[in-house]
Structures are given as structure tokens and as C-alpha cells.
């Protein structure tokens, strides 16, 4: 029962495949709160300068989210 219930749930979806995607979601999150209250207090002469941004776009922290969801795979694919 509850193989099956697990099927129906995950629609026969790979493990890697949902981790990925939860991967991918969580950290457009993930990352926009980090960016934002970590790297104004690490580099604050370079957001002064404005070599740094303060704070990044949603499009940024999904580029940079993909960036994470694909070296997750590659790390999970590549284990033994």
C-alpha cells in the first residue's frame, strides 16, 4: 500500500528528479535571503562601490539556483 501510494504521490518521478527540483525552488529562495543579509554585512566597501550588488533580482537567484540544482545532480549522479 504504501509503495503505491508513494507511485501515485511522486507520479513515478526519479529520486534525483525531485531532489533537483526541490533543490531548484528552495534556493531561489534560499539564495535571495542569504544574498541579502549576508554580502551588505561581508563586503560593505564593495556594495558601497557598487562593484557588489546589495541585493539581486529574482532572475539572478534563479540563474544562480540552477547553477546549485545542476551541481547537485552532477554530485548525486556521480556517486558510487
Do not use: H, Q, Y
Request: glycine letters at 6%; a positive charge.
Amino acid at each position: 500500500f504504501l509503495m503505491k501510494l508513494r507511485n501515485m504521490l511522486l507520479l513515478g518521478i526519479p529520486a534525483i528528479v525531485l531532489w533537483v527540483i526541490a533543490i531548484f525552488v528552495l534556493g531561489i529562495f534560499l539564495i535571495k535571503w542569504f544574498w541579502m543579509w549576508t554580502i551588505p554585512e561581508l563586503f560593505p566597501g564593495a556594495v558601497a562601490a557598487g562593484s557588489v550588488a546589495a541585493k539581486i533580482s529574482w532572475w539572478t537567484a534563479l540563474k544562480l539556483a540552477g547553477l546549485v540544482a545542476l551541481l547537485a545532480a552532477i554530485t548525486n549522479i556521480s556517486k558510487d
